[in-house]
């Protein structure tokens, strides 16, 4: 959905997520939305502004989010409040599940397949009966092991259901079952929400579900950053599928993307694990790699969108190798590194510390502040050989070495570490042209406003001018691995007396064209996968449609009165389109289920969808088509004319997930790794499929262990953009936020003799640090288990260079990983509190 | 040089030993101690020069490094028979740098 969609919903979530202070320009469409007469609910730890502007203010402790939102799953299916005419058509509710599968209610918390010993999951009894499911997303792949073999049988008929939900193995009962236990007074004991703010927060959710009404959720990190990320957002799906909110005006889940360009950076990838536009990275361990043949066989499922992988694949090595890209070499694919296990930067930054990597380059990172486990991190930084930092002002990453966390305890001294750093001083956004892609997937373009001053150059720059140089050094090479950077193109129009590389260039080579005659494509559906189309990342396909017209640079809102979906407005890939399968906004005749929730429709007349939005749907399938099973068929043949979810193999929501997820099909409440309680839902206490790397260092503080009794979160702070960086050297929004600090209840305070404004020292296993203490009624005490716990809170975005000064609060943090993404923990774990200071010395720009 | 870049290599063979003795236990403790070895050794074999036989020993122990984060690091379960099978290349490797 658009972020202006939110504006028509009826009821508005925000999970996981302080909307109103790290979203702000966002949050406005939830303000109009409340205008309109919606309701706006914030389940969050804290009470923040968000909470401020929200009819109700549901307090869960973190780490709890899929305990509150199974109960609200089981709430849906007790009182029989889901959409059933959306449901039963749009979602795999009445699928039967493989007989061997077992559930976590009958295996003490852990789904059938798990390996003990290894510590992750074998989905085969996950499947649908007799099927073998492809997963729709290339990195929620167990690469090495995975991918689209055997899925023919998706090919051969649809998968098996009863339509009377009374199958015991079909996804209704499952869901039942795995629910049953998720009751509004076990949310409240696990998840410390009274239950009657819980139940309330039902009561509107139901009460906003059907074809009249839709409602939203809204999260952003304080979701992902657990070790049970995916499955918290997951929960969410299951919520938001049962009550008929995807693919709807105002319905959705509302990804509130970071501000520098995070969604883009999954898009034309900074991720290992990813090619552009979310293509499988090749594996060399995986059998099925090898050749380029093998692995299109392995990543092109059998029925759906993604049937069309080769066309994407072909089309980006062509962009990439252009005349080095042939039939006769693969199209290049030797060219590209092959994966042999996890290189996200959780990995890397433990390789660092034992000597594996020589020197990195640091681009709009600032690791000593925002990475985890900040200690960790300079110890590997002090194993480089040479280190490149580009930023606009000095950063704590760069000057590590002089002022870390390490020197400040006194444990390594700056003539000891021999890490070579180049600082090169960058431009600023308003100083350089380009894109940035944030939440609802849209691209908008920036130009350059002013000159950057001195020797500071673009990002864009530096990178192309690094390149230019890499071409040159290895032009001569006759080693075969020199062949991937000689054959690279890198013809990019440069101009002025800096040689700056022009923005627009880099983005028509994303978007494609004919390799012929390099003409623009307009459309991902001209893509072929026989070398006459070049693309850079298929789903941006139609942002420069043609010479001249960057789409992304538009800037044309609907007039008063227009239908709302602004799309001279940028452009929200892909195709511009603004709400993802919002073939689902009609019945399965084609019809909108209303009036006041109209979106896309079939027009019989013209024999064609049409509607408010470009629709997402082959433009003239017909909503009573069906798939003829005796031709066994393929791709988008496989799936019907009421199958709007068509990036899944059937089509379908998938409520229950056969493949993709390597910590189960359903999300299940475990506890944080770090934990005060046991978990009083199963015997398993944690994710048992999650990532940890137990080494000196980077020790756990054990689950209900007496000497780090406090709940933990971090947070961002409205007036400290990002890292802070930016705006820590800024007088005028230093002064907003002038030091470090923790947010405690007035009760623990009471307890530790710790005074509002006086210093307390935090620690954990990993390390300490001290701030103010910031004395205050937005945190409760939570009862859980009949236990008081409390929780408390500290913005992570302080350093010691800039006006705004204070430790850094990752030092405190472990270095664990989401079980599908790596992704770090933030916002739930364990500490101990005192009154006073840490020893050692502290760093500043004075120092 | 070559006795020293040995003995690395030894000790990494014994470290890599005990994470192959784990298996199919994943021992972050061994693999980690394996790792350094292997990037002491590297080091050493880096100081030797750039003759060709150097390079080639230098590709051979960089492609057991990977070898070896993959098991340390995985993507879904460890790939054993890859790591088994650069642990003998890797006593190669020491034999003839030896």
């Known amino acids: 959905m658009s972020l202006w969609d939110l504006a028509n919903s009826d009821v508005v979530v925000v999970m996981g997520s302080n909307m109103a202070e790290n979203h702000p320009i966002a949050f406005r469409f939830l303000v109009e939305a409340k205008r309109k007469g919606g309701t706006l609910i914030h389940v969050d730890p804290r009470f923040t502004r968000t909470s401020a502007l929200a009819d109700t203010h549901a307090p869960i402790r973190s780490g709890t989010d899929i305990a509150f939102l199974g109960g609200v799953i089981r709430y849906i299916l007790e009182g029989d409040h889901w959409f059933r005419d959306f449901v039963l058509a749009y979602t795999n509710i009445s699928h039967i599940i493989e007989d061997g599968y077992e559930d976590p209610e009958r295996n003490e918390g852990v789904f059938s397949g798990f390996n003990p010993a290894q510590g992750n999951y074998n989905a085969a009894t996950w499947q649908y009966k007799g099927k073998k499911v492809p997963s729709s997303l290339a990195q929620h792949r167990q690469a090495g092991a995975e991918g689209s073999e055997g899925d023919e049988s998706m090919a051969q008929s649809r998968p098996p259901t009863d339509p009377t939900l009374q199958h015991p193995n079909c996804v209704y009962q499952i869901l039942k079952r795995h629910y049953a236990r998720y009751t509004p007074e076990m949310v409240e004991s696990v998840t410390g929400c009274p239950k009657d703010v819980f139940l309330r927060v039902c009561e509107v959710l139901v009460q906003n579900s059907g074809r009249e009404r839709t409602g939203a959720f809204c999260y952003a990190v304080g979701w992902t950053h657990h070790t049970t990320g995916v499955q918290i957002i997951r929960a969410a799906s299951i919520v938001q599928g049962l009550l008929g909110n995807i693919g709807r005006p105002g319905g959705g889940i509302m990804a509130l993307r970071g501000h520098i360009s995070i969604q883009g950076s999954t898009d034309i990838p900074t991720l290992y694990n990813m090619l552009p536009t979310y293509l499988a990275q090749p594996h060399a361990f995986h059998h099925k790699h090898g050749t380029f043949a093998e692995y299109c066989e ?167 001018h690094l390149g230019r140089r890499l071409k040159e050094l290895y032009a001569d090479s006759d080693l075969p691995r020199d062949r991937a950077i000689q054959a690279l193109t890198w013809e990019y129009p440069v101009t ?50 043609e010479d001249g017209h960057n789409q992304a640079r538009s800037r044309k809102p609907d007039p008063p009165g227009g239908d709302g979906s602004h799309h001279g407005w940028a452009f929200a890939w892909p195709s511009n389109r603004r709400t993802l399968y919002n073939r689902a906004s009609a019945d399965p005749e084609g019809k909108p289920w209303s009036e006041r929730k109209k979106m896309v429709w079939w027009d019989e007349e013209k024999g064609e969808w049409t509607g408010l939005d470009v629709p997402d749907f082959e433009k003239s399938k017909r909503p009573d088509y069906r798939p003829d099973w005796s031709t066994n068929p393929h791709g988008m043949d496989a799936l019907s004319g009421a199958d709007p979810f068509i990036m899944e193999a059937d089509g379908n929501i998938q409520l229950f997930v056969p493949t993709g997820l390597k910590d189960g099909p359903l999300p299940t409440h475990y506890e944080p790794m770090e934990s005060p309680v046991e978990n009083l839902l199963y015997k398993q206490q944690s994710n048992p499929a999650a990532k940890t790397w137990p080494q000196p260092g980077n020790e756990l503080n054990p689950p209900q262990d007496p000497r780090f009794p406090y709940v933990l979160t971090t947070f961002r702070l409205t007036e400290l953009h990002c890292g802070g960086v930016i705006s820590r050297v800024t007088p005028h929004t230093a002064e907003l936020q002038p030091e470090a600090f923790v947010e405690l209840p007035p009760e623990l305070a009471d307890e530790l003799g710790v005074e509002h404004m006086g210093w307390a020292t935090l620690s954990t296993l990993r390390g300490e640090c001290e701030m103010r203490a910031m004395v205050t009624e937005r945190l409760r005490p939570f009862m859980i288990g009949g236990k008081r716990i409390y929780q408390i809170g500290v913005p992570w975005v302080f350093g010691w260079e800039g006006y705004a000064r204070g430790d850094i609060a990752n030092v405190l943090l472990a270095i664990t990983g989401d079980a599908n993404t790596t992704i770090h923990t933030t916002k739930a774990l364990t500490c101990n509190l005192r009154p006073g200071r840490r020893g050692g010395t502290r760093s500043g720009p004075d120092v | 040089m070559s006795d020293t870049a040995v003995s690395e290599g030894r000790a990494a063979l014994a470290a890599y030993d005990r994470a192959l003795a784990a298996k199919p236990s994943g021992d972050n403790h061994a693999f980690a101690e394996t790792t350094q070895r292997l990037c002491a050794m590297r080091h050493l074999l880096i100081a030797k020069g750039r003759d060709p036989a150097s390079r080639k020993q230098l590709e051979t122990l960089n492609a057991v490094i990977s070898s070896v984060l993959a098991g340390h690091f995985p993507l879904g379960g460890i790939p054993w028979p890859e790591v088994e099978h650069a642990r003998h290349t890797l006593a190669d490797l020491v034999e003839q740098v030896g």
């Open chain 1, 298 to 464: 392995t990543e092109t499922p059998a029925t759906g969108w993604w049937h069309n992988f080769p066309k994407y694949a072909v089309s980006l090595l062509k962009a990439w190798y252009g005349a080095g890209s042939t039939a006769e070499n693969e199209w290049g694919y030797q060219f590209v590194p092959k994966l042999t296990g996890d290189v996200s930067q959780l990995p890397m930054t433990l390789a660092m510390s034992s000597g594996v990597v020589k020197g990195q380059f640091m681009i709009g990172q600032n690791p000593i502040v925002g990475a985890v486990n900040t200690q960790l991190v300079e110890e590997g930084f002090a194993k480089l050989e040479w280190m490149v930092v580009r930023d606009f002002a000095m950063t704590e990453t760069a000057n590590f070495w002089q002022k870390g966390n390490r020197v400040q305890r006194g444990t390594v001294r700056p003539e000891e570490i021999g890490t070579e750093v180049f600082f090169f001083p960058s431009a600023l956004v308003g100083e350089k042209a380009g894109s940035v892609t944030n939440t609802s997937r849209l691209v908008q373009w920036h130009d350059a406003v002013l000159e950057a001053p001195g020797d500071s150059r673009s990002d864009l720059w530096f990178i192309y």
């Open chain 1, 496 to 545: 002025g007396e800096k040689q700056e590389p022009e923005a627009e260039a880099v983005l028509r080579e994303v978007n494609g064209y004919t390799v012929a005659d390099r003409k623009q494509i307009s459309s991902y559906l001209h893509l072929k996968d026989d070398g006459s189309t070049a693309c850079g990342g298929w789903m941006y396909c139609g942002v420069f449609p």
